[in-house]
């Protein structure tokens, strides 16, 4: 199956910096996605993002299909973006770590 | 509803127990996901429900896992002689069922435990 690998696995910022998460992908696929969950466990799906580049506020992401990665851009980052973001690819919706993002007020 | 709700919140039960889980999906919702979630193997896809067919069930961890839906609504997920590493916890999410594209929006979980 595909394989699906996130980086960093941690990442601490200050509140009000910005960050990139990455999602790299083994085999070419036709459905990305990429959720948060914060930390009381609630899931939110954020991008569907196959390919191009979507932004919703402070948040964009961007998906290189034919470099096999997608990129999760936070900007000036808040204490309520904390939790881990994760990446799933394909039709069986196959999962990365995730990515534990935690902001410092 | 206003959202997806899920019952029960928690589920504690003994080895060789049948269990069911329930998800209540956002009213008009055609699609429905259901999702495990555990220390061991993270996050994985089940299965999904389009109206009250599942087209792919193959994302089910073994023959002791069923799920069902009806009425084009609320989902069940069943399962049987469950095992210690059953103990999970189990998401469902719904979406308006235009396709993967469509945005899923989540239910809060069944914790489930198996001892």
Redesign the interface.
């Given at each position: 199956g595909i394989q699906v690998e996130q980086s960093p696995p941690d990442l601490i910022l200050q509140e009000g910096a910005n960050s990139t998460l990455r999602c790299n992908f083994s085999d070419s696929v036709n459905?990305l996605?990429w959720f948060h969950q914060n930390p009381w466990?609630?899931?939110?799906?954020l991008f569907?993002i196959p390919s191009g580049t979507k932004q919703n506020g402070r948040l964009s992401a961007t998906t290189v299909a034919t470099e096999r990665y997608s990129l999760l851009y936070i900007s000036s980052s808040q204490t309520t973006d904390s939790g881990v973001y994760?990446c799933?690819v394909g039709?069986?919706?196959?999962?990365g770590?995730?990515t534990r993002l935690t902001v410092k007020p | 509803g206003a959202g997806v709700s899920q019952s029960p919140s928690n589920k504690v039960t003994e080895k060789g127990k049948d269990v069911e889980l329930r998800c209540d999906p956002i009213s008009g919702h055609t699609a429905l996901y259901w999702y495990r979630q555990s220390l061991g193997q993270g996050l994985e896809f089940l299965i999904y429900f389009q109206g009250n067919s599942a087209p792919d069930k193959s994302g089910l961890p073994s023959d002791r896992f069923s799920a069902e839906r009806t009425g084009g609504s609320v989902s069940t997920l069943t399962i049987q002689r469950t095992q210690q590493e059953d103990s999970a916890v189990y998401l469902c999410a719904s979406s308006g069922g235009g396709g993967v594209q469509e945005t899923q929006y989540f239910g809060p979980g069944t914790r489930l435990l198996v001892l």
């Open positions: 459905n996605q466990g609630q899931l939110i799906n569907y994760f799933a039709n069986d919706m196959r999962f770590a995730g | -």
